[in-house]
C-alpha cells in the first residue's frame, strides 16, 4: 500500500464510499480503508485512498466537487 495515497477520511462509511464511487465514475481507482475498531466502532475512520499518480486529480474532484 505504500503507492496509495488518502485523499479522504470521514467517520461515516457511506460518505467514503460515495467519494469512491465518484472517483471510480472519473476514471479514477479508488478503494477504501476501514481504520474503525473492530468491537465497539466508535474509533476510527473510514480512508479513501488512491494511487500516487492520481492523488492530485483525486483531491481536486474531492475538494471541489462533493459535498455533503
Known amino acids: 500500500m505504500e503507492n496509495w495515497i488518502k485523499v479522504f477520511e ?23 480503508l476501514n481504520k474503525k475498531e473492530t468491537i465497539y466502532k466508535i474509533f476510527g475512520t473510514y480512508e479513501v485512498l488512491v494511487q500516487r499518480e492520481n ?14
Open 10 to 32: 470521514s467517520d461515516t462509511q457511506v460518505r467514503a464510499e460515495i467519494v469512491k464511487g465518484v472517483l471510480e465514475e472519473r476514471g479514477i481507482p479508488a478503494v477504501v
Open 55 to 68: 492523488s492530485i486529480s483525486a483531491s481536486t474532484i474531492v475538494q471541489n466537487e462533493i459535498t455533503f
